[in-house]
Each structure stands twice: as structure tokens, then as C-alpha cells.
């Protein structure tokens, strides 16, 4: 498996670090040609690297601080809309959270319990809130997401359902911090002005977005 990321170059989904880079300059030395990369983007995996001494294999000594391993764990969220409804997901306790991914990469198609997957606009997806509940918790990463022609076809499990952006059960949210976002989306969809919220010790900001989405690469060559 694979993903894309700034130069359209495969990735590997199960590498532990990546660079994705655009060559720089060419190098001769001898009979080899040393490439000298820029790189445009990059990224990690908390997972623990395979290390090579003395003629064999051997596992690496996690160098990381106690906790951090958690602290990186956070919950991705999904804000789905599908015809003036928002999808949400039974906590199992008699409330509602929104649904969940697999990755803090923002993914075309979301998973749902049981197997079934629902098809989403990539170019309508965006980051939209990210927080923290308590101290303890791992933190939300929250996606805004429009659902497609083909993810209405799906079958919801029991575990999910459809509700209007005009009468979401706010009483049976399961938290302070996703009723006040999923309050603020229902003000900004009114406006069709959304922004992206990051939480702070001063209450949290709000930064406002405007304009229509374009890819990477159209935005890189302006």
C-alpha cells in the first residue's frame, strides 16, 4: 500500500520516516551520480525501527519519554454531511461522538464498523477543529468531509445514523468540546465560511478560510 504526497512519488504506508523530495542537483563522482534532493515534504511513525550491527538484526531501544507514544495517539473524527444531515456515531453509553478514522491523513473513503466504508469528496475534505478533551485524553483531530454520490448508496451498522444540522441531539453529545464545534459548524455553514479551530490555553482561535479549495500542485505553480 501506498499514499501521495507532494510530488505525486509512491510512498509507503508502512514506512517508520519519508521524505518526499524534487531533485535539487546532480552530483558526477567517479562512476555514480549523487542526487541531491530538496524536500518538499516529510514525515514519521512512532513505530520502533529495525536496527543492523555486527552481521544480524536487532530491535532498537525506544530512546522516548514514558507517555509520548500516547500523546501521539490521537482520535481522528470525521464532520460528514450528507443533504443537510450529519453523521454521528452511538459511544455505546447512550450518546452520540462523531465517527472515526484509521489515520491523521485525511482519507477518501472512512471505515465504519463492521467493514462497510463510505465514500467522501476529497477535494472537500479539510482539517477543521483539533483539541484536547482533559488531560488525559489523546487528543481529537477533527476532518471536515462531504459525503459522496456513491457513499449514499452505503449501508449504515445500527452503531451510526443521519441527523439534520438543524435538530443535532446536543443533550446526547458526549462531550462540552464536540457539542461547541458541532455548534459552530451549524453558524458556519450558514455563511458558508468555515474556519479551522486550534486549541490554546487562551479559550482556543479560529482561523477563517475563504475562497475554493485547489489542489497542491495548482496552488505550488501560482
Known amino acids: 500500500n501506498h499514499d501521495r504526497a507532494h510530488t505525486g512519488a509512491p510512498i509507503l504506508t508502512d514506512s517508520l520516516s519519508w521524505f518526499d523530495c524534487t ?21 514519521t511513525s512512532p513505530s520502533a ?9 536487532a530491535s532498537v531501544k525506544d530512546p522516548l519519554p514514558a507517555g509520548w507514544l ?9 464532520l460528514v454531511e450528507a443533504g443537510n444531515r450529519i453523521l454521528l456515531r452511538s459511544d455505546g ?13 485525511a482519507d477518501s473513503r472512512l471505515l465504519l464498523d463492521g467493514g462497510e466504508a463510505l465514500s467522501l469528496v476529497p477535494e472537500n475534505t479539510f482539517l477543521y477543529s483539533v483539541f484536547d478533551v482533559a488531560d488525559r485524553d489523546p487528543g481529537y483531530l477533527i476532518y471536515r468531509a462531504e459525503l459522496s454520490r456513491d457513499g449514499t448508496q452505503a449501508t449504515l451498522p445500527d452503531s451510526h445514523a443521519f441527523f439534520p444540522v438543524d ?9 462540552h468540546e464536540l457539542r461547541a ?7 458556519e455553514r450558514q ?23 485547489q489542489s497542491w500542485t495548482q496552488a505550488a505553480s501560482q
Open 191 to 213: 455563511d458558508k465560511r468555515f474556519g479551522i479551530y486550534m486549541d490554546s490555553g487562551d479559550g482556543g482561535r479560529v482561523a477563517m478560510i475563504d475562497g475554493q479549495s
Open 181 to 187: 464545534m458541532l455548534r459552530r459548524y451549524a453558524r
Open 167 to 175: 435538530a443535532l441531539p446536543y443533550d446526547q453529545i458526549a462531550t
Open 93 to 105: 453509553k447512550g450518546g452520540f461522538v462523531l465517527p472515526t478514522g484509521r489515520r491523521r491523513k
Open 70 to 78: 500516547a500523546s501521539q495517539d490521537m482520535i481522528i473524527g470525521y
Open 23 to 43: 531533485v535539487h542537483n546532480r552530483v558526477e563522482a567517479g562512476d555514480h551520480i549523487i542526487l541531491i534532493g530538496q524536500v518538499q515534504a516529510f514525515g
Open 49 to 57: 525501527p529495525l536496527g543492523f550491527c555486527r552481521g544480524r538484526y
